[in-house]
């Protein structure tokens, strides 16, 4: 196996079984899958099937085992690179994927983010600071009370306006009757003023629809999109990110699962594939991401990569004002803080609660810059 | 609610949190993804928020929590079926998909299969007794290697050949030279018999290549396409379904995780979305799922409802020619058994041991239906 691989840690959760076998095993499952005994081409065995580098045990009685995946299988196709990274593996309940190195000539040809961090900071023109992101929730609710809310939001001056990943194509509000409605109002309110609030609407359907709602969104001024890329299908998303160069994509976590460490599917994998900003849920909130992890998805998403430009990440998930201090302290400038339904809850007070939203961030990140 | 709900139990592992309110919590996290208390619109709280109906302690310390699942916001969308039933809560550690009820009118709008077993019979011309299936391994082979394995599993009489669901569309046998050289042999063992071998080649990349791929292959005589729906995004399978009502669609689990109890995914989701043969692990070889599983799975793929025809279950994963018997009694006529890698292991008596499986599967199948 030559330097291209793909350089993936399993975690092993053996039992009985050895760990070194059950590391050949899963070399096999994930590349040839068959015996090796009943392989006839030698080319297959040098340069096909996965190689085990390593075998380390671990404190609490699992191993890691470090594998070198052939990059000839993967082909330059994201949902392949799942398929040979963990497709049959998933099946098993004795392994999870701890980390993953994309060797630097398959990273450039996947190409990553378009926009990257510094592109989402033109377009909303917010350099040196941390960015303020907000959701248009509940799904279910008509487009004059979307259009009002993204109106209340953009006047706040809160960065990205994402519709919830839960907005399907058609029901209540249609993507078109959002996208028109909510465009609008941004507009309305960046006209005169430096800072430009970007509205992002969620992607869904088949990829032909995805294609047309990208389409009719750029049309009507949209600059940034939401999209699920392990719902889309990875490579899916990969196609989008490459048609639409212009164009930032906040990839969100939805049906990600807890059998790929976040780090490297939200940080590495997703990066690699080219969304320019990443959602995922910060610690201490609803879900049970550790500090350490997060840490590690921003690492992952950020760290200078040769031809890779850095994504941004997006902490969200049960996130609230009184803790932007903390969460701008934890993650840097070069981070967009989501706060959703903490917003919403203030109802009647909902302007006055996002201006506090968009001014503590601000003053965090002075803080931190000063 | 309803009763065109999607109605979902979920398996949850709360610990020390109330299975009552995790229930609730899970609730609003796979609908309005927000608290009730924000939301201001009364249509919402009473159509579009899931709704728990029930939650049974069970024996293991787990509970079994029923919730409904608002039709609306799932939109006939395949893939938003999956982002509610399990988006955001995928990446919770404490919650599983137990089991899935799609109602009548949406598992009849998605449509379900266009051939089902009847129609891959009709095109096997395999009527009344259980059918066979092998892989082209391994990836990698050189397209004269798999034109000749391809050729010694026509003549022996198996009646679906399948790629590897790790080919890609490139590399060493490239899909267009796969389709052109397989697709040759099975014609060629197909003249002037009764029985019809089908090859069915692995679709993957982006959503546009894989109907161009499905289109060349239908162009050259292919009659079936493997599909691995998690990896292509389940709402371009069901697109694909639906633009090509000739082809047998051959889905395989890679991706499918072990968070959604399998008979589910694979059995319920995939029936619904269009799959016409679902590939699975079968209990006692390479995977983990038990015979109880593998029973339910091929139940909820061929159980009778209404305006959905019957899937065929196709158990797999480290079968050998040896458990024919025991699995056909297992699953009965109705079903396809794949044996892969383990004839391979025959290498130089790969046409006599090919030959062994069609003949103990036709025996077997005589017993059953003797």
Not at 35 to 58: K, Y
């Amino acid at each position: 196996m030559n330097e291209e691989a793909l350089r993936v840690t399993y975690r092993l959760r053996t039992g009985s079984e050895g760990a070194g076998q059950r590391a050949r095993t899963l070399a096999l499952e994930q590349s040839i899958e068959m015996p090796v005994e009943a392989v006839t081409d030698e080319r297959v065995l040098r340069e096909v099937v996965a190689q085990v580098d390593g075998v380390v045990p671990q404190p609490d009685g699992s191993a890691l085992a470090q594998l070198a995946l052939s990059a000839e299988s993967i082909d330059g196709d994201a949902g392949q690179l799942l398929n040979m990274l963990f497709g049959n593996s998933s099946l098993h309940g004795d392994v999870e994927v701890a980390a993953v190195e994309v060797p630097p000539a398959m990273a450039a040809a996947f190409g990553g983010p378009a926009l990257g961090i510094e592109g989402i900071r033109k377009l909303a023109r917010a350099p040196r600071r941390a960015l303020t992101c907000t959701a248009l929730k509940p799904i279910g609710s008509t487009v004059a009370d979307l259009a009002r809310m993204t109106g209340v939001f953009a006047d706040a001056g809160i960065d990205v306006i994402k519709d919830d990943h839960g907005w399907s194509a058609r029901t209540s509000a249609s993507f078109e009757q959002r996208v028109t409605a909510c465009q609008r109002e941004v507009e309305r309110a960046n006209r005169g003023r430096s800072g430009q609030t970007l509205y992002a609407p969620a992607l869904s359907g088949p990829f032909e629809a995805q294609r047309r709602q990208v389409h009719f969104a750029r049309d009507h001024g949209v600059q940034a999109m939401l999209v699920t890329p392990m719902i889309a299908g990875v490579a899916n998303f990969h196609a989008l990110r490459h048609d639409f160069r212009e164009i930032a994509f906040l990839a969100h976590p939805a049906l990600a699962g807890n059998q790929m460490a976040p780090e490297a599917l939200l940080g590495t994998l997703f990066r690699v594939f080219g969304a320019d900003a990443v959602i995922f849920p910060n610690h201490g909130g609803r879900f049970s991401y550790s500090r350490a992890t997060c840490q590690r998805i921003a690492t992952c998403l950020r760290e200078p990569r040769p031809g890779l430009r850095p994504a941004l990440p997006v902490p969200a998930g049960g996130m609230s004002v009184e803790r932007v201090p903390e969460i701008v302290a934890d993650y840097g400038v070069d981070s967009m803080l989501l706060v959703g339904g903490s917003l919403l809850m203030a109802r009647d007070q909902l302007a006055a609660r996002s201006r506090e939203f968009v001014e503590a961030v601000a003053m965090a990140s002075g803080a931190m810059t000063a």
